[in-house]
């Protein structure tokens, strides 16, 4: 088949999303039928005048969301049934019923539902590095010692740990064992009571969020800051207030100026902050707190990839400064072991013990009591340190590769920022191209780039400079090495 697509070397979309968005148009018009071939990635390279990698990249894209397929040896064909068709239900006669989904008399979404629902990122194509996932290193993961743990609780003969408990706060065994951890790396005060298993620090923020705000109240949180934090207290109504950071972290004196919007909560990120990596400085640390207790309002303490600190001992937790205070600490597993446990923490005061248990009964009755229970035996059995320890030197080798990698190609023109912790940094490029033209370029090499999120909308600029936030621990060496390659070509 021979196509026919027009380019257009001055718009201001990348010629990959052109050639993406012209080839899907073109399946879904019918302009190229269902199973018919479509040309070798080569020729029609050659034909658009375009490298082969940035057709490789479209044709990968359509085969994983369901429009092309390939066969062996014969090449690149279209579906026969599209991705739209198949989500709608068979009629009797054979025929499609195609829902109404656009009508809004049928759909009428709560407030809540009109504010997320908004187009999630499209699949990428499996051969894209993507620095916009917080991945970790599953390959060095124990498996055979959590098999071996699994089985062992799996085969339990009373059978509890498959059933529901009525351990909603989480069970008890890894209550025990988070608090005794945390006492030791965090220097986090608590009794067992005060934790509430959770699935992931992304289910603590939420519930957080239903919990403590109500529809336009001020929740204040750093300026830049985490993406999804943000996404929880806006969907909730809440109204945010960008608090700037700077080498000391969220500057306590920018949350007192905004006395009069009295936040009902503090969302930040004080060990590691996300994105830039700074620490919040002791000095400030007092200074929140202070604040905290004249204005009654909580801190959620978000402590998500602390562990990993590569030149000297994280900060202590600031839930330990004030174990009677208004703070709320949060952490996580998907960091320290793998993201697909979906396994966190939430330590509350105990004030709030009864309405967080409650609204984690609500959200989805209970983390699974068999996971837990493996991860108990896991911390227990004293496997959590050895583990961290070694990663902190595999993720510590990652990061120095990467950060050569991309002096290597871009020398005195990239800076980097907040590597000393975590399992990721932001690197500062001296570019003349736009942050959309840089990320569109990337795309086209095949890297994916995470952007600075800005909880305050306006990107804070410096002409001549770009900025993407680099997380390295789920990559492996070769494909670190490449990816700043790419980049290179695409900068260029
Ligand atoms: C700052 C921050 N908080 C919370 C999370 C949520 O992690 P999880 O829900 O997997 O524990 C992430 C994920 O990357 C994060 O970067």
């Given at each position: 088949?021979?196509?026919?697509?027009?380019?257009?070397?001055?718009?201001?979309?990348?010629?990959?999303?052109?050639?993406?968005?012209?080839?899907?148009?073109?399946?879904?018009?019918?302009?190229?039928?269902?199973?018919?071939?479509?040309?070798?990635?080569?020729?029609?390279?050659?034909?658009?005048?375009?490298?082969?990698?940035?057709?490789?990249?479209?044709?990968?894209?359509?085969?994983?969301?369901?429009?092309?397929?390939?066969?062996?040896?014969?090449?690149?064909?279209?579906?026969?049934?599209?991705?739209?068709?198949?989500?709608?239900?068979?009629?009797?006669?054979?025929?499609?019923?195609?829902?109404?989904?656009?009508?809004?008399?049928?759909?009428?979404?709560?407030?809540?539902?009109?504010?997320?629902?908004?187009?999630?990122?499209?699949?990428?194509?499996?051969?894209?590095?993507?620095?916009?996932?917080?991945?970790?290193?599953?390959?060095?993961?124990?498996?055979?010692?959590?098999?071996?743990?699994?089985?062992?609780?799996?085969?339990?003969?009373?059978?509890?740990?498959?059933?529901?408990?009525?351990?909603?706060?989480?069970?008890?065994?890894?209550?025990?064992?988070?608090?005794?951890?945390?006492?030791?790396?965090?220097?986090?005060?608590?009794?067992?009571?005060?934790?509430?298993?959770?699935?992931?620090?992304?289910?603590?923020?939420?519930?957080?969020?239903?919990?403590?705000?109500?529809?336009?109240?001020?929740?204040?949180?750093?300026?830049?800051?985490?993406?999804?934090?943000?996404?929880?207290?806006?969907?909730?109504?809440?109204?945010?207030?960008?608090?700037?950071?700077?080498?000391d972290g969220i500057?306590?004196?920018?949350?007192?100026?905004?006395?009069?919007?009295?936040?009902?909560?503090?969302?930040?990120?004080?060990?590691?902050?996300?994105?830039?990596?700074?620490?919040?400085?002791?000095?400030?640390?007092?200074?929140?707190?202070?604040?905290?207790?004249?204005?009654?309002?909580?801190?959620?303490?978000?402590?998500?990839?602390?562990?990993?600190?590569?030149?000297?001992?994280?900060?202590?937790?600031?839930?330990?400064?004030?174990?009677?205070?208004?703070?709320?600490?949060?952490?996580?597993?998907?960091?320290?072991l793998f993201p697909?446990?979906?396994?966190?923490?939430?330590?509350?005061?105990?004030?709030?013990?009864?309405?967080?248990?409650?609204?984690?009964?609500?959200?989805?009755?209970?983390?699974?009591?068999?996971?837990?229970?493996?991860?108990?035996?896991?911390?227990?059995?004293?496997?959590?340190?050895?583990?961290?320890?070694?990663?902190?030197?595999?993720?510590?080798?990652?990061?120095?590769?990467?950060?050569?990698?991309?002096?290597?190609?871009?020398?005195?023109?990239?800076?980097?920022?907040?590597?000393?912790?975590?399992?990721?940094?932001?690197?500062?490029?001296?570019?003349?191209?736009?942050?959309?033209?840089?990320?569109?370029?990337?795309?086209?090499?095949?890297?994916?780039?995470?952007?600075?999120?800005?909880?305050?909308?306006?990107?804070?600029?410096?002409?001549g400079h770009i900025?993407?936030?680099?997380?390295?621990?789920?990559?492996?060496?070769?494909?670190?090495?490449?990816?700043?390659?790419?980049?290179?070509?695409?900068?260029?």
């Amino acid at each position: 088949m021979d196509i026919a697509l027009s380019l257009d070397p001055k718009s201001p979309l990348a010629l990959y999303r052109q050639i993406y968005d012209g080839l899907r148009e073109g399946i879904l018009t019918g302009r190229f039928e269902a199973g018919s071939r479509l040309p070798a990635t080569r020729s029609l390279a050659v034909s658009l005048g375009v490298s082969r990698i940035t057709v490789t990249e479209c044709y990968d894209r359509l085969i994983s969301e369901g429009y092309l397929e390939t066969r062996q040896g014969s090449g690149t064909f279209v579906c026969a049934r599209l991705p739209e068709t198949s989500m709608y239900p068979i009629s009797k006669d054979g025929n499609e019923v195609t829902p109404q989904l656009q009508d809004e008399r049928v759909y009428r979404l709560s407030r809540y539902g009109s504010t997320v629902n908004l187009p999630l990122l499209s699949p990428v194509a499996p051969s894209m590095i993507r620095f916009d996932l917080y991945g970790t290193d599953v390959a060095t993961f124990p498996k055979r010692l959590w098999t071996r743990l699994f089985a062992r609780r799996m085969q339990e003969e009373s059978g509890n740990l498959l059933r529901y408990t009525q351990h909603y706060s989480g069970q008890p065994e890894l209550r025990i064992a988070i608090a005794q951890y945390l006492k030791q790396s965090r220097a986090v005060v608590c009794d067992p009571n005060q934790i509430v298993i959770v699935s992931g620090s992304q289910q603590a923020i939420s519930l957080a969020a239903r919990i403590l705000l109500d529809e336009s109240d001020y929740v204040a949180m750093e300026n830049p800051g985490y993406r999804l934090a943000w996404r929880v207290f806006s969907s909730q109504g809440a109204k945010i207030l960008p608090i700037p950071v700077d080498e000391d972290g969220i500057q306590i004196a920018q949350l007192r100026k905004q006395a009069d919007k009295a936040p009902k909560l503090v969302y930040l990120t004080p060990s590691h902050q996300y994105p830039l990596g700074v620490a919040l400085s002791v000095a400030r640390r007092i200074e929140l707190l202070e604040w905290a207790r004249e204005t009654n309002t909580p801190i959620l303490e978000d402590d998500y990839d602390s562990e990993f600190r590569y030149s000297e001992r994280p900060l202590a937790s600031i839930q330990g400064m004030v174990p009677d205070g208004p703070v709320l600490y949060t952490g996580t597993f998907s960091k320290l072991l793998f993201p697909a446990l979906r396994l966190g923490y939430l330590v509350v005061p105990s004030a709030l013990q009864n309405a967080f248990t409650t609204a984690k009964l609500l959200c989805d009755l209970q983390s699974s009591a068999l996971d837990q229970q493996v991860l108990a035996d896991f911390l227990l059995d004293g496997h959590l340190e050895p583990y961290v320890r070694k990663m902190r030197i595999v993720y510590g080798g990652r990061r120095v590769l990467l950060i050569d990698c991309l002096r290597k190609h871009f020398g005195d023109k990239v800076t980097i920022r907040g590597d000393d912790a975590g399992l990721h940094f932001v690197a500062d490029f001296k570019s003349s191209l736009s942050e959309d033209d840089a990320f569109e370029r990337a795309l086209q090499k095949g890297v994916r780039l995470e952007r600075v999120f800005w909880t305050g909308g306006a990107a804070e600029k410096r002409p001549g400079h770009i900025q993407f936030v680099f997380t390295f621990a789920g990559l492996k060496e070769e494909e670190l090495i490449l990816a700043a390659q790419r980049l290179a070509d695409a900068f260029c």
